[in-house]
């Protein structure tokens, strides 16, 4: 069997293809062999780990596996996770497991798994281990733990970043190949971009927060770290989902675009602060240079709501929502609680009710300014964090420094805006000096689209791991979106094309068809549309696959006019989707122009006739 050594580093691809090189028999016995494996090459002094799985909770999980194989016939494609391992942040329940939210005093026996874990579970994967973290997930540094701070994966004399900390570093370090984290100021953004890794922090109430110890409930998510955005973005969409019993859990509306445009246009802060920091500064800007040569279109903004937004969240009465995640533990045992930590939550008690509201109402007032600002955009682009700051330098400013990571994460939460951080550039000292993407919230898909392909432009290693970035990777079909095979007068630049790109719909690819359809130019239609019928003796038709919303799919189809309609199309690959065809009443008028091959080649040949 191949050590574990070996797979470290390896995306979920590579993992998914490690084990259909197995026989069906031998498939869960190579999972508990992997990670026992895995587990025993790590070193016993790694404090990126609180908690590592022994031996008889691995058996338990591959017996939960080999339960779900067979209830699958043996198809582990219907467990996109199959055996796959990952870290969990010590703050998320894993059933049977202790949750200490690094704080010892603190820690409990969770009964049951969190949710995004059982449902990761669910899809095949294993937990291997949990992580360390900024005590209660108060920081961005990494420091903030009894049990150590975890260093940074490029060079040890840095932060890590936090609160993630534990969780970026064995992603970055190839350990596992994602992990979860939490995100509410930042803290699985800033980790993801000090470790040269990706950072999805998810529109907030996408993931569930059930068994997940709260920072602040109304802006804590759970994020996802992983070395490709595919992973990242698959990982996300397996976890999530509205869960019933987390009140703030939301269902999406699906009406989001899959994709950003080709030539997107991101805004850029008017004032950029880096805190000093040159080499920070200098990497941004080749990052912005890298954007514009991947047709990305720049123009600067007024930050200056989303910097007042960010101070909120902890110079104002929002740390209060702390306070009240550690209440118990304040008033109890405060000495348990980190010294820097304590300070942070303590500022809590001094705010009233009506301080509480007052910033409510700020707060709405900044995102509605926030949010008309980014309204002629398809995303803000911004340094993940300004600065990065060394061990050292931590000790003697705690609070300032850690405060100064968060110029550009603090107000994504408050502002209800998702956020993907993504492997950028490094800087002239060789530490990773990442981006971020910042759009409105439910844009998961297409921020994730568009950074993944920002990732395969670039010239980075995966992670700390030394490998090279992946063969070609593509973002699994979602079903927030219906897949429409256009033919006519909506293809791209033709006059109905406007009717998709006002619902958010998006240009996936331009195919043909299966050999078995009929083209027909219809007669008496304006404008001119041609009809798609399916015939015994056919031929392949060019068309357009685009991705439309879920919920602007009808109010699109509503639109389309007899003899037209929308059924399902067999493309020359197989694949079958949505796609307009034509009823047979209307045929007898019609002109066939099955010989063009496609509309396009048609009304060419009459603009030349």
């Known amino acids: 069997m191949t050590q574990s050594v070996n797979l470290r580093g390896f995306t979920l691809s590579e993992w998914q293809h490690y084990y259909h090189t197995h026989s069906a028999g031998e498939r869960v016995a190579c999972v508990c062999a992997t990670l026992a494996a895995l587990v025993a090459s790590l070193p016993a002094d790694d404090n990126a780990w609180l908690y590592l799985a022994d031996a008889a909770q691995r058996e338990a999980q591959c017996q939960r596996l080999a339960h779900q194989l067979e209830a699958v016939s043996g198809d582990i494609s219907r467990l996109p996770l199959f055996g796959v391992p990952f870290a969990v942040k010590d703050n998320i329940d894993v059933g049977g497991w202790p949750t200490t939210a690094a704080c010892p005093e603190f820690a409990y026996q969770a009964a049951v798994d969190a949710t995004v874990v059982a449902n990761l579970c669910a899809a095949g994967a294993i937990v291997i281990g949990k992580t360390n973290l900024d005590q209660f997930a108060t920081g961005l540094v990494g420091t903030r733990s009894p049990h150590g701070a975890v260093v940074n994966s490029f060079d040890s004399r840095y932060v890590s970043g936090g609160s993630s900390s534990g969780s970026a570093s064995v992603v970055a370090r190839g350990l596992t190949p994602f992990s979860l984290g939490t995100d509410t100021a930042g803290s699985g953004r800033v980790p993801a971009g000090f470790n040269n890794i990706v950072g999805l922090k998810p529109t907030k109430g996408w993931l569930s927060n059930r068994g997940v110890v709260p920072a602040c409930r109304l802006n804590d998510t759970v994020s996802v770290f992983a070395l490709t955005v595919a992973d990242a973005a698959l990982v996300a969409e397996l976890a999530g989902g509205y869960d019933a019993a987390d009140a703030y859990s939301r269902i999406n509306p699906h009406t989001a675009p899959a994709d950003l445009p080709a030539a997107p246009r991101f805004a850029v802060p008017a004032q950029l602060e880096f805190f000093g920091d040159v080499k920070a500064e200098q990497a941004f800007q080749r990052a912005l240079g890298q954007l514009q040569r991947c047709g990305v279109t720049l123009e600067t903004l007024d930050f200056t709501p989303f910097r007042v937004l960010a101070e909120q969240l902890y110079y104002g009465p929002w740390v209060a929502e702390r306070t009240l995640a550690v209440e118990a533990m304040l008033s109890a045992n405060p000495q348990a609680i980190n010294p820097v930590v304590r300070g942070i939550v303590n500022n809590g008690l001094k705010y009233s009710a009506c301080d509480a509201y007052k910033a409510e109402y700020l707060r709405a007032e900044l995102a509605r300014q926030i949010g008309q600002r980014l309204a002629a955009f398809d995303a803000l682009v911004v340094p993940t964090s300004p600065t990065i700051r060394t061990l050292a330098e931590m000790e003697q400013e705690p609070v300032l420094f850690n405060s100064q990571f968060g110029t550009y994460t603090n107000f994504t939460n408050l502002a209800d805006l998702s956020a993907l951080a993504l492997p950028a550039t490094m800087r002239d000292d060789g530490l990773p000096a990442g981006i971020t993407l910042v759009a409105p919230a439910w844009h998961d898909r297409a921020l994730a689209a568009f950074g993944l392909r920002w990732q395969q432009a670039q010239d980075l290693p995966l992670g700390a791991t030394g490998r090279s970035r992946s063969p070609l990777q593509s973002l699994m079909p979602s079903p927030q979106y219906v897949r429409v095979a256009v033919v006519g007068a909506h293809l791209s630049d033709m006059p109905l094309n406007f009717q998709l790109t006002q619902r958010s719909a998006t240009r996936v690819e ?34 357009e696959l685009w991705d439309i919303p879920l919920a602007r799919f009808g109010e699109f189809v509503a639109e389309i006019p007899a003899p037209l309609g929308i059924g399902t199309v067999l493309l020359a690959d197989g694949r079958r989707v949505k796609g307009f065809i034509c009823e047979s009443w209307a045929l007898p008028e019609a002109t066939d122009i099955t010989e063009f091959g496609g509309w396009r080649n048609y009304i060419a040949s009459q603009k030349g006739a």
Do not use: D
């Open 510 to 543: 331009q195919t043909t068809t299966a050999p078995c359809y009929r083209l027909y130019a219809l007669a008496n239609t304006q404008p001119p549309k041609p009809g798609l019928v399916k015939a015994e003796r056919g031929a392949a038709i060019h068309v």
